[in-house]
């Protein structure tokens, strides 16, 4: 991982942990699962409201984000980059030579709003909660942009893709 667009570079060690848990912590409502194979974004409509393509929750924040890689041991906790901070999450995806963002935007000041964005073509809705596209990958590195400082963190796609990412939401 490296901090760029600051004075100082910023290296974090990579989690040996070895489990893998995607449930979710008690306090929170409805994390957001992006990943596999093949790209799925899994989060619960009923607590977003559809803004012309953005997926908009009030009052709600990020708590941290967690990355597994494709044997489920979990790769990075980018607590430190994006609890509390106006932040934005790219997660860049691949079909061919087009290439497509998912986007999560964190907004933790009063009002606070979290929302995802990605183009709906793409990943059509299969299920209640589940948006999905067999033939798009995850590719590149996973960006996370301080909207204070301006600095963006990089954190490279494990598994060659076949990983999972979690948007972990505090409410």
Not at 14 to 19: A, C, D, G, M, W
Not at 28 to 49: A, E, K, L, R, W
Not at 69 to 92: A, E, P, R
Request: with cysteine; hydrophobic share 35%.
């Amino acid at each position: 991982m490296t901090k760029k667009g600051s004075s100082k570079e910023t290296n974090v060690k990579e989690s040996t942990s070895t489990t893998f848990d995607l449930a979710p912590p008690t306090k929170q409502t409805s994390p957001i699962t992006i990943g596999g194979g093949s790209v799925n974004i899994d989060f619960d409509h009923h607590d977003y409201v559809n803004v012309g393509g953005v997926f908009v929750k009030a009052n709600d924040e990020i708590d941290t984000v967690w990355v597994y890689d494709k044997d489920h041991s979990q790769k990075w906790d980018l607590l430190k980059f994006v609890q509390g901070k106006d932040c934005v999450l790219t997660i860049h995806t691949q079909q061919g030579s087009s290439i497509k963002d998912i986007v999560v935007r964190n907004k933790p000041q009063q009002p606070t709003q979290l929302s995802i964005e990605f183009e709906g073509g793409q990943f059509p809705l299969v299920s209640v909660r589940r948006h999905f596209n067999p033939n798009r990958k995850i590719v590149g590195v996973i960006e996370v942009k301080d909207n204070a400082d301006g600095s963006v963190a990089t954190f490279t796609v494990p598994s060659a893709g076949v990983c999972y990412i979690q948007v972990v939401n505090r409410f």
